[in-house]
């Protein structure tokens, strides 16, 4: 077994974090789009469907996403986001008051847009039109179909959100990582209380899931959630106090995630949001935000190596993909979030696809270089996140009834749009920064050390949702 030691390299900026943020961003827009209820999407409540081969309403890039983008977008932007709290880390969570900035801002956008429209959730795009229940203040429709009244107000920003309460759950484990093995306290009597307190949070919330669901066999559920995460955290503490077999836990980690995501008996199948829903991707969403914590915190300067074993043998990949690749057929499984599919094995083998394309992620940002993202796209993804709904809307309005209306144009539209606000929003911001370095050429020179984890670049932006 080859020990580990400290990474040496210098502090830099993690840019493939920045592209797969973007990039999932571009892939959840659509998928919002596809459920909009407008042509070339998804129509209705969501069920088994042919669509691929489906004369009448062919869905292309929606059977395309259901089959293969669904397994890993939604995990892997948890990834992103566990690295960039890794990157942005010091004693706690960083930009945690931007992102809940920007999910107020964005709950507030949805609500205004709500209340314009008819208020009415079966109102969407394909079917409002003309009738008489769906005429709102300025629309006659809603972007965000058959999901209550309450949900279109929240719609993207339950991501937000959910990063708010990850942040926080996992403060102390994320802390107790981040501390140096020779640093005071850091297998103290504190530092165990700490760990101990998430531990009891993070059951705690699980376990309230579990009997206000009503869900079958909840002692078992219980039985198998304590199991579950007490054997996390002693993982997480044992890959601290035994660094030459990092990689080996990271292993056991992605294991225990998988079969915790996958194998958990919460119900026969869910068809709806529903608490056994929220149970179902809470468990899983926070382990893929943990394991990014994790994989990416051994890349940082000052922490220990985690030395290749299983990628040393990377042809082996070709079967790992086959073995874990999602199903060609188009089955919704009650939801476009994530699937949970009726049998355990199935389930298992989508998350391990998942998980094992978040080892991979992880392993070439190592060994391979990723050019920067350029700022206006940065500030373009952000800007989509925030305000698809509304270009949504208004794309939908100004289309209606010609060829544009369509799942595929919108989506490249809202693309466009939210490309050229941020090449709009880039320009003066960099004449700003500008004017800033050229009145700081004109001070003292101060004395600049070395990052520990991070370079202030990274914490700025890899820190945000």
């Known amino acids: 077994m080859v020990v580990a030691k400290p990474v040496v390299h210098g502090a830099k900026r993690l840019h493939e974090l920045d592209w797969l943020r973007a990039l999932m961003v571009i892939m959840v827009v659509y998928a919002h789009i596809s459920t909009s209820g407008i042509r070339g999407g998804v129509h209705g409540k969501l069920a088994d469907d042919d669509r691929i081969y489906n004369m009448r309403d062919p869905s292309t890039l ?19 986001s566990g690295a960039a709290s890794a ?48 005429h709102g203040a300025v629309f006659d429709f809603t972007v965000c179909p058959f999901s209550g009244k309450i ?36 297998f103290s009597c504190g530092s165990m209380r700490c760990l101990l307190l998430q531990l009891l949070v993070t059951i705690s919330l699980q376990v309230t899931l579990i009997i206000s669901g009503d869900l079958q066999q909840p002692w078992l559920l219980i039985f198998l959630t304590v199991l579950c995460e007490i054997t996390w955290i002693g993982l997480a ?22 079969l915790q995501f996958g194998c958990m008996p919460i119900a026969d199948k869910i068809e709806s949001i529903s608490i056994a829903f929220v149970l179902f991707i809470f468990i899983g969403f926070n382990k893929s935000f943990q394991l990014g914590y994790i994989l990416t915190l051994a890349r ?7 030395f290749p074993i299983v990628s040393l043998y990377w042809p082996m990949m070709v079967i790992l993909r086959t073995l874990t690749a999602p199903s060609t057929n188009w089955y919704a499984a009650g939801n476009l979030t994530y699937p949970y599919y009726p049998r355990a094995l199935d389930r298992v083998d989508y998350v391990a696809g998942a998980v094992i394309i978040m080892f991979v992620v992880a392993r070439l940002g190592r060994v391979m270089e990723c050019r920067p993202l350029p700022p206006f796209m940065a500030y373009g993804a952000l800007l989509l996140y925030l305000l698809h709904p509304w270009m949504m809307t208004l794309l939908i309005v100004t289309f209606r009834g010609t060829p544009l209306e369509d799942t595929g144009s919108v989506w490249i539209l809202c693309v466009v749009i939210s490309g050229l606000l941020g090449l709009a929003l880039h320009c003066p911001c960099r004449a700003w920064r500008l004017r800033g370095t050229a009145s700081s050429a004109h001070s003292p020179p101060k004395a600049y050390g070395r990052s520990s984890d991070s370079s202030s670049e990274s914490e700025d932006s890899h820190g945000s949702a």
Request: glycine letters at 8%.
């Open 62 to 80: 929606g059977v395309r996403w259901i089959s293969m983008v669904r397994q890993y977008c939604l995990p892997l932007l948890l990834f992103v």
């Open 237 to 258: 503490v044992m890959g601290k106090r035994l660094p030459e077999y990092l990689r080996v836990i990271h292993y056991c980690l992605a294991a225990l995630a998988t």
């Open 151 to 186: 949900f279109p107000i929240v719609f993207q920003m339950w991501y937000t959100a959910l990063l708010v309460v990850l942040m926080l759950i996992n403060w102390p484990l994320f802390a107790f990582l981040h501390s140096s093995e020779n640093s005071p306290g850091c």
């Open 300 to 306: 940082l300067p000052g922490q220990d190596e985690a």
């Open 87 to 134: 990157c942005s880390f010091r004693t706690s969570p960083g930009n945690f008051g931007k992102i809940l900035l920007y999910t107020l801002m964005g709950v507030s956008l949805n609500a205004v847009l709500w209340l314009l429209g008819p208020q009415d959730p079966s109102c969407d795009p394909g079917s409002g039109y003309g009738r008489a229940e769906c």
